[in-house]
C-alpha cells in the first residue's frame, strides 16, 4: 500500500498552524488508542508523545486538507508496533496468521450464539466492557477501537493497518463476536441470563 | 416494532445477516441493502432484531466507556516540545 509522498516544504508559520489546527484536535482520541495499545499510562504517555514528535519531523510529507487524524493514527500503530510491541506485558509475540486462521474457521463461528442480551448490557455500568476490550489480542482490540470509537470508514482501516479491506471487514467480524463472548462471560458471572 | 409472534424464530442467514447488519452500522452498506434489510428484513426476523439491537448497545457502551481522555500537562509539554522545536 505505497503511497506517493509529496513534500511539502511548509513554512514555520504554516507547520505550526498545521500542527494545531490538524492535529490537536485529535489528541485525545490519540492518548486513549494509545492507551488501548499499550494497556499502561506511562507507556501510552510516551508512545503519544512520540508520535506527535514524529508527525511534526515529518509535517512536510502531511498533505494539508487529506485526513489528518487517518494520517497520525497510522504514525501512532507504527511507532507501537516498532518501539513498543516488543516490550510491552502482551504475550510473546504471537503468531497471527495462526490467530487469523483459527478465528476463521467455522468452529468459532459455530460457537458463538447471540446468548447475550441488551438487558444485561445495560446492567455493565462499571469497568466491564472496557475490561472485555482490552482482554482480546490487540489485533482485534485494534479494529474495534478504530471502527466503532473512532468512526474510521474500512478504507482508512486498511491504510492505517496496511492490511487489505477484506481483513479489515473479517477481523472485525472476529473481534466483535470476540468481545460478546466476553461480555456474555462478565453477564453470566453477574448472574443475568443470558439466554 | 411489529408483532413479536408474527416474526420468525429462526434466520436461515444469521452469519451472513450479522456481517450485513454491521457493515450497515458502520456505513458500508449499499442503500439498497440498507433498505431491504431494514425495513423488510428486520421487522419479520427475531434473531436478527435482537442481534441489530444488541450491536447498537454494544456501540453506544464502548464510545461511553471506553475513552479518555489525555492528561493535560501531557498536551502542555508537547505544545512545549513543539514550540521549542519551532524555535531551533
Known amino acids: ?195 | 416494532m411489529n408483532d413479536p409472534s408474527k416474526m420468525k424464530h429462526d434466520c436461515s442467514n444469521q452469519k451472513e445477516c450479522l456481517q450485513l447488519l454491521q457493515a450497515i452500522l458502520d456505513g458500508e452498506a449499499t442503500q439498497a441493502q440498507k433498505e431491504h434489510f431494514m425495513k423488510e428484513h428486520l421487522d419479520s426476523c427475531m434473531p436478527c432484531y435482537q442481534n441489530y439491537h444488541l450491536e447498537v448497545a454494544i456501540r453506544d457502551l464502548l464510545k461511553k466507556k471506553c475513552t479518555r481522555e489525555a492528561p493535560q500537562e501531557l498536551i502542555e509539554s508537547i505544545k512545549k516540545q513543539i514550540e521549542q522545536n519551532l524555535r531551533a
Open chain 1, 1 to 195: 500500500m505505497e503511497e506517493e509522498i509529496i513534500k511539502n516544504n511548509y513554512t514555520d508559520a504554516q507547520k505550526s498552524r498545521i500542527f494545531d489546527q490538524e492535529f490537536m484536535p485529535h489528541i485525545n482520541a490519540m492518548y486513549n488508542f494509545a492507551y488501548r495499545l499499550t494497556l499502561d499510562r506511562d507507556d501510552a504517555k510516551d508512545l503519544l508523545q512520540d508520535t506527535y514528535l514524529k508527525a511534526y519531523r515529518f509535517i512536510d510529507s502531511f498533505q494539508e486538507g487529506t485526513n489528518a487524524k487517518a494520517w497520525l493514527f497510522r504514525i501512532l500503530k507504527n511507532s507501537f508496533i516498532n518501539d513498543y510491541r516488543k516490550k510491552s506485558k502482551e504475550p510473546a509475540k504471537v503468531d497471527y496468521q495462526e490467530v487469523e486462521t483459527y478465528y476463521n474457521s467455522e468452529d468459532v463461528d459455530r460457537q458463538i450464539t447471540p446468548d447475550l442480551r441488551v438487558e444485561s448490557l445495560s446492567n455493565m455500568i462499571g469497568d466491564e466492557i472496557s475490561n472485555a476490550l482490552n482482554a482480546l489480542d490487540v489485533d482485534f482490540r485494534t479494529v474495534i477501537i478504530l471502527c466503532d470509537l473512532e468512526g474510521f470508514k474500512y478504507e482508512e482501516m486498511a491504510k492505517i493497518l496496511d492490511i487489505p479491506i477484506g481483513t479489515v471487514r473479517s477481523r472485525l467480524h472476529r473481534a466483535r463476536n470476540l468481545l460478546k463472548e466476553k461480555l456474555s462471560e462478565y453477564a453470566k458471572s453477574m448472574g443475568y441470563k443470558t439466554a
